[in-house]
């Protein structure tokens, strides 16, 4: 059973209602940055995909809301919350999240000052919320006409993106690692537009008649990069090549060969399911 702090709880549930007077919807999040309520259709694996519509909580990003009522709703339903997520891609804002990641040993902050440099756009001063880790999650706005992808690492090592059904984790949210904050000088201020030259990057890109034959060849190179995986490689690689394959709309021809090289690297098959319902999730999909 969680272990339930009240102050926590009650601090993230202040902090959500606040962000939701901004007209950023949010959901409360457990200690692990995981949305606090589970779903309620996970005993029942035939179950058909539901956002939501069934009426109860647990659907994740799609519970989000800007109704303080609701809220307060979702938070008394998951009183060992000690955080919050703001959803991402939705109205009016169109949240897209820049993640600058530290974990991975790679200078994600100077890869995106070298994205910039060569593809001729201005990082603007917008919200900045500095991570427990280190890392710093840059807040951009997008069109209402466009739908942002989640995507990791595809921009450029050490750098995620959180888009259409994604969520960022709130400042003042508590997890087992530490308290997200802004950063000095950006909590007044309003998500950025996102420039032209990085939302153009952002976008997956335009799928083309001849695109088949390259796409395959693609995903044949993806499960070569799962079996050369080592240990205290694999469930990283396959993360890696799954969320590729999810992004480049090579998932269901792509997922079980993906999974059948895991299982030849050593990895269980539970272990490889599980990471690969983890990349669908972060790219927006459902396992």
């Not at 956002?51 to 659907?59: K, N, Q, S, Y």
């Not at 060569?118 to 880790?133: D, E, G, N």
């Not at 090579?250 to 690297?265: I, K, Q, R, S, Y």
Request: net charge positive; with cysteine.
């Amino acid at each position: 059973m969680a272990t339930i702090d009240r102050q926590a709880t009650t601090l993230a549930l202040a902090h959500a209602l606040s962000a939701a007077e901004r007209g950023l919807a949010v959901i409360p999040l457990s200690r692990t940055k995981l949305p606090a309520l589970r779903s309620p259709h996970r005993t029942d694996p035939a179950a058909p995909p539901c956002h939501g519509e069934c009426g109860r909580f647990g659907h994740g990003v799609h519970d989000a809301s800007t109704d303080p009522r609701r809220i307060r709703e979702l938070f008394a339903a998951a009183p060992w919350a000690t955080g919050y997520g703001i959803a991402c891609g939705l109205p009016p804002h169109q949240l897209i999240g820049v993640d600058l990641d530290t974990k991975s040993g790679t200078d994600s902050s100077a890869a995106l000052r070298e994205l910039a440099l060569r593809h001729l756009f201005t990082i603007p001063q917008t919200v900045v919320v500095l991570t427990p880790s280190g890392g710093r999650h840059l807040w951009l706005t997008g069109p209402p006409d466009t739908a942002v992808p989640n995507s990791a690492g595809r921009l450029a090592p050490g750098i995620d993106v959180r888009g259409a059904g994604g969520y960022l984790v709130g400042p003042g949210s508590r997890t087992d690692h530490g308290v997200y904050g802004t950063a000095p000088g950006t909590a007044h201020l309003p998500p950025a537009p996102c420039p032209p030259a990085l939302l153009r990057l952002l976008l997956p890109p335009p799928r083309t008649p001849a695109a088949s034959t390259a796409r395959t060849g693609h995903g044949q190179g993806l499960v070569q990069f799962v079996l050369a995986a080592h240990e205290g490689q694999r469930n990283t690689r396959l993360f890696w090549a799954a969320c590729r394959a999810y992004e480049n709309g090579l998932a269901p021809d792509l997922v079980p060969a993906l999974t059948e090289a895991a299982l030849g690297t050593g990895l269980s098959e539970r272990e490889a399911r599980a990471t690969i319902a983890s990349a669908a999730r972060l790219t927006g999909h459902h396992p």
